[in-house]
């Protein structure tokens, strides 16, 4: 049996419907790892709910965003010595079963970093709405070119992340929308990053925040940001 430390992160914004039910998934499949929900500002209880459903809770003093919520996962798992992070999102949408496929490829490929995608061959989209999943598809061929290597689902919030990337992201992580631009950020400092198929679910309870307008509005940042990101001297991870 492995001896290794694992960490799930879950950031969480007014997901008290939801979270329970996540932390519950989480801990079937993965027994022996702690989890951490990040309330990040909620207002309807989600900090209780993960409290009472075993999770450990970190609580944000208000709204920090989805970016700096991960980051004080990261800080968190660094501190504290994990050797493996994993986040996936407190909606509910992804399947907590992947969790193992994303540690078993961390180990098999000895990459710093695996990223579950929905788009990756038949993996289990469950319909991203057209205009989002174009805008997907325009970041995704930005970052192939960048990388080097196909990039197929450059937003995805299911990961896995050895010692050296929760290190790395521990000191520097995006934190508006992060997940296209810590693609970029890894691949700067030299981490090996890879994908696998993961199956998404429909969250049970909500709606997502992100309307037709701003995924727009992301697309154009979020590749603002990247451009940017590349005149950027890159972090140096140091184990």
């Given at each position: 049996?492995?001896?290794?430390?694992?960490?799930?992160?879950?950031?969480?914004?007014?997901?008290?419907?939801?979270?329970?039910?996540?932390?519950?998934?989480?801990?079937?499949?993965?027994?022996?790892?702690?989890?951490?929900?990040?309330?990040?500002?909620?207002?309807?209880?989600?900090?209780?709910?993960?409290?009472?459903?075993?999770?450990?809770?970190?609580?944000m003093?208000?709204?920090?965003?989805?970016g700096?919520?991960?980051?004080?996962?990261?800080?968190f798992?660094?501190?504290?010595?994990?050797?493996?992070?994993?986040r996936?999102?407190?909606?509910g949408?992804h399947?907590?079963?992947?969790?193992?496929?994303?540690?078993?490829?961390?180990?098999?490929?000895?990459?710093?970093?695996?990223?579950?995608?929905?788009?990756?061959?038949?993996?289990?989209?469950?319909?991203?709405?057209?205009?989002?999943?174009?805008?997907?598809?325009?970041?995704?061929?930005?970052?192939?070119?960048?990388?080097?290597?196909?990039?197929?689902?450059?937003?995805s919030?299911?990961a896995?992340?050895?010692?050296?990337?929760?290190?790395?992201?521990?000191?520097?992580?995006?934190?508006?929308?992060?997940?296209?631009?810590a693609?970029?950020i890894?691949?700067?400092?030299?981490?090996?990053?890879?994908?696998?198929?993961?199956?998404?679910?429909?969250?049970?309870?909500?709606?997502?925040?992100?309307?037709?307008?701003?995924?727009?509005y992301?697309?154009?940042?979020v590749?603002?940001?990247?451009?940017?990101?590349?005149?950027?001297?890159?972090?140096?991870?140091?184990?």
């Amino acid at each position: 049996m492995s001896s290794e430390r694992i960490l799930v992160i879950l950031p969480a914004l007014n997901e008290s419907r939801n979270i329970a039910r996540v932390v519950d998934g989480v801990r079937a499949h993965l027994p022996g790892a702690d989890v951490l929900v990040i309330d990040d500002g909620s207002f309807d209880g989600t900090g209780y709910e993960a409290g009472g459903a075993g999770a450990m809770v970190l609580t944000m003093p208000y709204n920090v965003g989805i970016g700096a919520a991960v980051q004080a996962g990261f800080q968190f798992a660094a501190s504290r010595d994990y050797d493996i992070v994993i986040r996936n999102d407190g909606d509910g949408q992804h399947a907590p079963e992947a969790n193992l496929d994303l540690i078993e490829k961390l180990r098999a490929e000895n990459a710093d970093l695996v990223v579950g995608s929905r788009f990756l061959g038949d993996a289990g989209d469950y319909g991203t709405p057209l205009l989002r999943r174009l805008g997907s598809g325009i970041l995704a061929r930005l970052l192939s070119i960048i990388t080097g290597q196909r990039v197929t689902d450059p937003t995805s919030g299911c990961a896995v992340f050895n010692r050296r990337a929760i290190q790395l992201f521990a000191q520097a992580y995006p934190h508006d929308y992060p997940e296209p631009e810590a693609i970029v950020i890894a691949h700067r400092s030299g981490l090996r990053q890879t994908e696998i198929p993961v199956k998404m679910i429909p969250r049970a309870h909500g709606a997502s925040s992100i309307t037709p307008l701003r995924s727009v509005y992301y697309m154009i940042k979020v590749i603002l940001a990247i451009l940017i990101n590349l005149l950027r001297r890159p972090p140096q991870v140091k184990l």
